[in-house]
């Protein structure tokens, strides 16, 4: 696993590396708003397929996905006019939502494809390479499946440290504030159900 530590100084250069590995197919360890996650090109199957393998994570749950705008979230999901009202009031920010696939959208990401998670991130850096990229990304936490979550970096490092599969590239942005993984909201039924509070 390559390291790169970001500063404000050099927070132009990582971004030209960070967009370069995934570009490549990469799968990048990054911070998030909430903790570290793991980031590949979420339309890029084999690079899709790396994550489930240093997950561990079994091919019946989906990765949820990062977009950068509503408009990329609709050109993926059936979202009508009141889902977009209450999309405007969250994102961006904490909190995904589960919604109806459109038929050409993202394959790969997992199984079942009856249901889409998407979330627009509240992080300079993640908004930064979602814009620069133009698509959506992998918008899974960075641990083993079955382990915790996490924003301290030594902790992530540490569960996937001497295993086969392997993040190929680290943004360490230090120890981030203490938060949890984002709420999941199920916005596929009504009212809406609260899947991870």
């Known amino acids: 696993m390559r390291i790169l530590k970001i500063s404000p100084k050099n927070f132009q250069e990582v971004i030209k590396k960070t967009i370069k590995s995934i570009q490549k197919g990469k799968v990048i360890v990054c911070p998030t708003d909430t903790v570290y996650g793991l980031l590949c090109d979420a339309t890029n199957k084999k690079a899709?397929?790396?994550?489930?393998?240093?997950?561990?994570?079994?091919?019946g749950k989906p990765i949820p996905i990062f977009v950068r705008d509503i408009k990329t979230a609709k050109s993926l999901a059936f979202i009508d006019r009141s889902q977009v009202k209450f999309l405007k009031k969250v994102w961006p920010g904490k909190i995904t939502v589960i919604l109806k696939p459109k038929r050409k959208s993202l394959k790969g990401i997992g199984k079942p494809k009856k249901e889409i998670g998407l979330r627009i991130p509240n992080f300079k850096l993640l908004n930064f390479l979602l814009k620069k990229l133009n698509r959506p990304l992998t918008g899974t936490s960075a641990n083993i499946s079955g382990k915790p979550a996490s924003g301290n970096l030594k902790e992530?490092?540490?569960?996937?440290?001497?295993k086969k599969h392997q993040p190929d590239l680290v943004i360490d942005a230090g120890n981030l504030p203490k938060s949890k993984p984002s709420t999941v909201l199920d916005l596929?039924?009504?009212?809406p159900k609260i899947l991870r509070p």
């Open 48 to 59: 899709v397929e790396k994550i489930f393998r240093i997950k561990r994570r079994p091919r």
């Open 156 to 162: 992530v490092m540490r569960q996937f440290k001497d």
């Open 188 to 191: 596929t039924i009504w009212p």
